[in-house]
């Protein structure tokens, strides 16, 4: 019982101190309980917090021991600036903005954006401070709005929660057509790199012509 009043040991799960010491984790937990009070485990979150640092490179990120071994359950919520209900896709997509889940032991909390997708159980993730991780699937978080909700696309700029902001414009099909068929006798790569080429030539028809 002296282990969970030392202010060292005291940081530590109770996955771990019992590992340790060879007792099972229940026990721990009854003990921390009748120790600290029911609110033990918040407190060893908040301590363990801002107690243990990992160095990545150049990067510092704290290490949370706490939740070691615990599930994180993914529910569906309400994004108050979309007033849309969310829920987890089954996959995320490149360009997929994703979070790193509570209990991960080095990058808990990060975002980033999907760059790759190497295999099925993994994805490479470029982080907020510009660096890459190939991060396994069951440590992120991704959200898509719910199929349940039929939010119409308008013309314009629309926000897509998880891949951000996009420009969608309505076309006839013969227009989109033509489009593609130029794109593919100039070689363009993408819709936008044409539709650039195409802004591009109207601009310099315009120009005065020197005489």
Same mark, same amino acid.
């Given at each position: ?31 921390? %309980? ?85 295999? *099925? ?27 349940? %909700? ?46 650039? *080429? ?14």
């Amino acid at each position: 019982m002296r282990l969970l009043e030392d202010e060292q040991w005291s940081q530590w799960s109770n996955r771990e101190i019992a590992r340790i010491v060879a007792v099972d984790e229940k026990m721990v937990r009854k003990l921390r %309980q009748a120790i600290c009070g029911k609110t033990a485990d918040t407190k060893l979150n908040n301590q363990t917090s801002s107690a243990s640092k990992v160095q990545r490179g150049k990067n510092i990120y704290s290490m949370n021991t706490a939740n070691i071994g615990e599930k994180v359950t993914r529910s569906p919520f309400i994004d108050s600036d979309e007033s849309e209900i969310f829920e987890p896709k089954s996959a995320p997509g490149i360009g997929q903005k994703v979070t790193v889940i509570a209990n991960h032991l080095i990058l808990s909390g990060q975002k980033g954006r999907v760059t790759a997708l190497p295999n *099925r159980n993994s994805a490479l993730v470029e982080f907020e401070n510009g660096q890459r991780e190939l991060m396994q699937l069951q440590d992120l978080d991704w959200w898509a709005p719910s199929a349940t %909700q039929n939010k119409t696309i308008q013309e314009g700029i629309n926000y897509r929660p998880g891949l951000g902001s996009e420009w969608y414009v309505k076309v006839e099909q013969s227009t989109w057509e033509r489009l593609i068929e130029y794109q593919k006798s100039v070689g363009c790569l993408t819709t936008d790199a044409v539709i650039n *080429r195409l802004l591009n030539e109207v601009k310099n028809s315009l120009k005065p012509k020197n005489i």
